[in-house]
């Protein structure tokens, strides 16, 4: 009878050394999937700045971002919405996406994400008396995506490093 005991004993605790021993596994892969998963870039590169910060985490820092491609906005123009970004690109998401790689980001790595949509009124952006807006796309704090825009209809996006 003792033997029968201890012999019960001994699978109750290999059953818990292969139960713990499994939860830890999964919790080590749980923890390489987030931190593989919440990776962002911190700054990315164009030809016409250099390398500069992708840093959004609050209005101060997306005024810094587009302080980079000499642009500033005025302070209290600010529209905030939600877009997503399409998991299938067609052609006018193709011709955006090579506005973005202009400036070294490109928005094929989040295909399917939904972004803020940031919109401010520029200053003192042109010469022929039209307010332009520059849009940005921001993804956990970063900004993934930008334009500028004359918000005439038809009109052609302009990349965050060109002028009109």
């Known amino acids: 009878m003792i033997t029968a005991l201890k012999s019960a004993k001994a699978k109750w605790l290999r059953i818990l050394v292969l139960f713990m021993f499994a939860i830890s596994v999964l919790l080590l892969i749980a923890g390489v999937l987030y931190v593989n998963g919440s990776k962002m870039p911190v700054t990315a590169f164009c030809d016409e700045i250099g390398e500069y910060s992708l840093k959004a985490e609050n209005e101060i820092q997306e005024f810094e971002f587009l302080h980079q491609f000499g642009l500033t906005a005025e302070t ?19 011709s955006y996406n090579r506005l973005q790689q202009k400036i070294g980001l490109d928005l094929n790595n989040y295909k399917g994400v939904s972004a803020k949509r940031r919109v401010y009124t520029l200053k003192d952006f042109s010469d022929d008396g039209r307010k332009y807006t520059v849009t940005l796309l921001v993804y956990r704090e970063r900004v993934i995506g930008g334009h500028i825009s004359s918000g005439v209809y038809g009109e052609e996006y302009l990349a965050l490093c060109d002028t009109p």
């Open 76 to 94: 209290d123009s600010l529209v905030c919405d939600t877009v997503v970004i399409p998991k299938n690109f067609n052609q006018v998401y193709n």
